[in-house]
């Protein structure tokens, strides 16, 4: 089966899409825009694909269409994985933020007054709270 440039071009920009890794975001906000960035990147890519498929005809023309179809789902699928990763990987980080933390806070009572206090306020610069 022979591709147009066109063609080639879509396909590559929907494995593009599919292979990239972004850097994972701790803000929910930030990990939805993402995603749907990402679903709206595959759905004009999706369209563009099905719009080279229309120059084909028979069953060409529906290999076509499947494969654009499978890499569309294939970009989604990615991106749903990607941002549930991303969201498990924020909660571990804040988790052993505030283990951490707490052991600091624990130290720090083995000290009184001010000292204490200095170092409350460090543990919790230290360990965002």
Do not use: P, W
Not at 8 to 22: D, E, H, P, R
Not at 58 to 70: I, P
């Amino acid at each position: 089966m022979n591709f147009t440039t066109r063609e080639i071009a879509c396909m590559a920009v929907l494995y593009f899409f599919a292979a990239s890794s972004q850097a994972a975001d701790s803000n929910k906000s930030q990990r939805d825009a993402a995603y749907k960035a990402t679903v709206e990147r595959a759905d004009a890519d999706y369209n563009a694909a099905k719009d080279a498929c229309k120059a084909k005809s028979g069953h060409d023309k529906d290999v076509c269409l499947q494969e654009a179809k499978a890499a569309h789902v294939s970009v989604i699928a990615d991106a749903k994985a990607k941002r549930k990763a991303s969201a498990a990987m924020a909660d571990a980080r804040d988790d052993k933020l505030d283990a951490q933390y707490k052991v600091a806070k624990e130290k720090c009572d083995a000290l009184s007054g001010a000292a204490k206090d200095a170092c409350i306020r460090d543990a919790k610069v230290t360990y965002k709270q």
